[in-house]
């Protein structure tokens, strides 16, 4: 079985080049089951109900999310009505929507698990706790985990954590890719980060002008907006499952402009 892991989809730019290539890419490489993180895909950041449907539609089955969840107007009415999206299981129980899900493929259970971490973020419960608590309540074929987090440090700590609970483990958030793809001691697929689908030729999807602006005024100047022009490049990743042991067995990564 293959799971693929689609990097941080970034504004207009990004989901478009998602709904018109996501089912190639899903034939080429033969993919049976596609995670995305969707807290870029709206203009203004986060997700609206109109995006997370077309998303599915056009062939992701789970959406997470991540600290950017509420950035759009209508991000919590898509969380309540899709049962496809996902936001951190680290957040306060109040926050509108859940922190896992699971699919019935036919062939196997997966379960989808995302996670926020605390490290140069804004407050939230602890990971570790979080996850460690849910995983003995759930007895799924395949379970893979998103970590949105700012260091690869806190997201090395997860995969590691994690080493032989489940079977994938991807960073998401940093919008760039690692090179750091492999298969834990204890056998978990993992990856640090995933990178970004949008616009290759800015800074992590914005225009470049305005975040150097921001780095030379300390801080002082401070707004973002998307670049909308440009060469859009695909970043992710495949996980390979054992069909038979259900067990890691592979990971590649993803990254090109033409399908």
């Not at 599915?56 to 107007?73: E, L, P, Q, S």
């Amino acid at each position: 079985m293959r799971i693929l892991a689609v990097g941080d989809i970034v504004g207009k730019p990004g989901r478009e080049y998602i709904y018109r290539n996501l089912f190639a890419i899903r034939e080429k490489y033969r993919i049976d089951f596609v995670i995305a993180n969707g807290e870029n895909s709206a203009t203004t950041n986060g997700i609206t109900p109109d995006i997370a449907d077309e998303l599915v539609r056009r062939g992701v089955d789970v959406i997470t999310m991540g600290n950017h969840t509420f950035g759009a107007k209508g991000s919590d009415r898509a969380l309540e009505e899709n049962p496809n999206i996902i936001r951190p299981l680290n957040y306060p129980p109040e926050f509108e929507g859940r922190g896992w899900v699971t699919v019935d493929t036919g062939f196997a259970e997966i379960a989808v698990i995302n996670l926020i971490g605390r490290v140069n973020m804004t407050p939230a419960d602890c990971p570790f706790r979080a996850v460690e608590k849910l995983l003995r309540e759930i007895d799924s074929d395949i379970i893979a985990v998103d970590i949105h987090a700012e260091t690869t440090s806190e997201r090395l700590a997860m995969g590691n954590f994690l080493d032989g609970k489940v079977q994938i483990v991807f960073g998401t958030h940093t919008h760039v890719q690692t090179a750091d793809e492999r298969i834990l001691p204890g056998g978990t697929a993992y990856i640090s980060d995933l990178g970004m689908t949008g616009i290759m030729d800015s800074i992590l999807g914005t225009k470049k002008e305005i975040i150097i602006d921001y780095y030379k005024s300390m801080g002082k100047r401070l707004r973002f907006e998307k670049e909308e022009h440009g060469e859009v490049w695909f970043n992710g990743c495949i996980f390979e499952i054992d069909d038979k042991t259900k067990k890691a067995a592979g990971v590649r990564r993803l990254r090109f402009s033409d399908v």
